[in-house]
């Protein structure tokens, strides 16, 4: 995708206001299916009728990944019942078309198939794992449909037919880091991490940010396999490096393994500053506040920030889940897909993927419970990032907020 | 480092070894008794073990609504029924599954994993698929501080210990008890010992229920390491084979040897490799010594 195609925003506003005031109100926020017939706003055959805009939803519904993806398919599934309260989407309402990718990669592939060649489905929110997009990756490209995506992970990609709703690495490594020198002190880091692409690229960032722009030292980098339960040999090698920082993305049962030998260890939150990528409220639950306290987590989102969008989001989110509901910083994300599409499609005046594609750089989401974000040329998303410690009952208390923000950057230079 | 740093990383380092010791020989326990002394594949062995954990995270969260007062008692009581109820599953599937499949032993690999799959979807759909973990007793958490600079983990204590006590307890019950000796009477030799009166269907039972009944406890003592979910079981399963299957199926001591060589492999060559590389290097190790000795550290003295 080239940028120069893709009308600028001023000139848009201009050939709005001036030149095509009739189509002006034919696009206009509040479009009626009567004022668009459905030729026009398809024209590719997706399925979209005069009162309905199939959409597929593509997450693990059962197996490994049910735990981290359940959040993210209530919070889109929210997200689409209250844009259907509100109307719709050019005056159509959403269906969506739900299928489980079951934590099986070829699954995912198989099914992304289905909603895009049988359902023909305008667009699809869904994937957690990178696994699972790139599995389905060069079927969205070949079939051109879109996929919203709303995980955190290791950037090193972009594509056409992808909004990346996530922060891609730099967005979450760099201010934590930063912080973490200038809040902390502190000159040496321990990382750690889940041995596959992500904490693997993360920390690869994380170890030249450090070494070349901070002018810091790493003292040990360790990786463990996944479902590894047994951190007593790693906490000794911590023991003996002394590190200013742990800076830890450690993912799934280990994560909680680690956090409870590192409290049965004496390593605490008043002992140790550790600073993680990979707790957020969800993974909270099972790490369990006690053995967390006092530790620090960088995310764009916690469930307690202040502000009036947030406020609304968990009112509205816990109506529908039940009071004891949490919401993580990919279940915010995942949450922006609907409405960063509604908004997207609003603005293209149609439903056709190039259409939308095309009109998505530059979208704002004013509404956003994160607070602002805006799409960028690559796809990815404009946001803030945040630095907040962990406390006693499991909850998080935000310390610290870029005061920017963070251009997202998934092919950060000097950092390969 | 100065001499007492080494000292005291010599002495945590020691004590990482024999936790892993406690747990890896807490998960094949009753993989041995179950394998090694019925020779059931039994696949589901993990989930049995997810069982137990959930036992102790129910009774956790009534503890904590209905008699907060108890929490700190809880834990030990929670642990007998871990046992019970694992026990009372075990049970069922042997009467509804395994004893079907006896002289046919590869099915039970099978079917065990077919449970496995059934059981873990269970889990799933009533208790949830977000990864849980009790709350434990103050007691349990946090490091005994022996001097500046050495602590021991509390739950890696309490794990040694219970394991100690369920080892001695296996051990003492097969080899002294008139039950011990049905079960060896019937691992034996199947026909001569319904000749001689034994009722192995029976003995077949208790033997596969208890089995199952230790790999709750297990579950319930790996609750105070890591969290519970529906999946967890797929965790252990592997390590609980590599030990039992190790050891020399037939043999007891074997999986107590074949834990302890193990965990101290892993654990040394964790502290000085990294953490993916020091699996590797079990692994390999595993693998060499099996080509060399197919029949495991102790050769089992069964006349099959």
Sequence with gaps: MSDQHLPSSPRRKFMLGAAALPLALAMSRIGHAAALPTAQVNTTGLAVTDTEVVVGQLHSATGTMAISETGSIQAEQLAIDQINAMGGILGRKIRVIKEDGASDWPTFAEKSRKLLVNDKVATVFGCWTSASRKAVLPIFEKENGLLYYPTFYEGLEQSKNVIYTGQEATQQILYGLDWAKQEKSAKTFFLIGSDYIWPRTSMKIARKHVEAFQGGKIVGEEYYPLGHTNFNSLINKIKIAKPDCIFAAVVGGSNVAFYKQLKAAGITGARQFLLTLSVTEDEMLGVGGENFAGFYSSMKYFQSLDNANNKAFVEAFKKAYGPKAVIGDVTQAAYLGPWLWKAAVEKAGSFDVDKVVAASPGIELPTAPEGYVKIHENHHLYSKARIAEGQPDGSFKVVAESPELMVPDPFPKGYQ | ?304
């Design chain 2, 1 to 304: 480092m100065s001499f007492d740093e080494i000292y005291n990383i010599t002495l945590m380092q020691g004590f990482a070894g024999l936790s892993l010791f406690a747990v890896l020989l807490l998960m094949g326990l009753g993989l041995a008794i179950i394998f090694g002394q019925m020779g059931v594949i039994n696949m589901a062995h993990g989930e049995f073990m997810t069982i137990g954990a959930y036992t102790i995270f129910l009774l956790s969260s009534l503890t904590e609504s209905h008699a907060p007062g108890l929490m700190q008692a809880y834990f030990p009581f929670a642990i007998l029924c871990a046992f019970i109820v694992a026990f009372a599953f075990g049970w069922l599937a042997e009467w509804a599954l395994i004893r079907h499949l006896y002289k046919r032993p590869l099915d039970t690999l099978l079917a065990t994993w077919g449970l496995s799959l059934a059981m873990q979807q269970a889990f799933r759909t009533l208790i949830g698929p977000k990864e849980v973990s009790p709350t434990l007793p103050d007691w349990l958490m946090g490091s005994w501080e022996v001097t500046e600079g050495l602590d021991i983990p509390i739950n890696g204590m309490f794990v040694l210990g219970l394991t100690v006590l369920v080892t001695g307890g296996v051990l003492l019950a097969l080899y002294k008890s008139r039950w011990g000796l049905r079960v060896r009477a019937t691992v034996a030799n199947r026909a001569m010992a319904n000749a001689t009166g034994i009722n192995t269907t029976r003995t077949d039972r208790v033997t596969f229920a208890i089995g199952c009944g230790i790999a709750g406890v297990a579950g319930a003592a790996f609750t105070t390491i890591g969290s519970t979910g529906p999946t967890s079981g797929s965790l252990y399963i592997v390590d609980a084979f590599l030990v039992v299957t190790f050891g020399g199926a037939a043999s007891l001591w074997g999986t107590v040897v074949s834990a302890f060589g193990i965990a101290q492999t892993q654990s040394i060559s964790e502290f000085f490799l990294s953490g993916s590389m020091a699996k590797v290097l079990t692994l390999l190790l595993i693998v060499t010594i099996l080509m060399l000795r197919p029949q495991g550290l102790f050769a089992s003295k069964v006349r099959r």
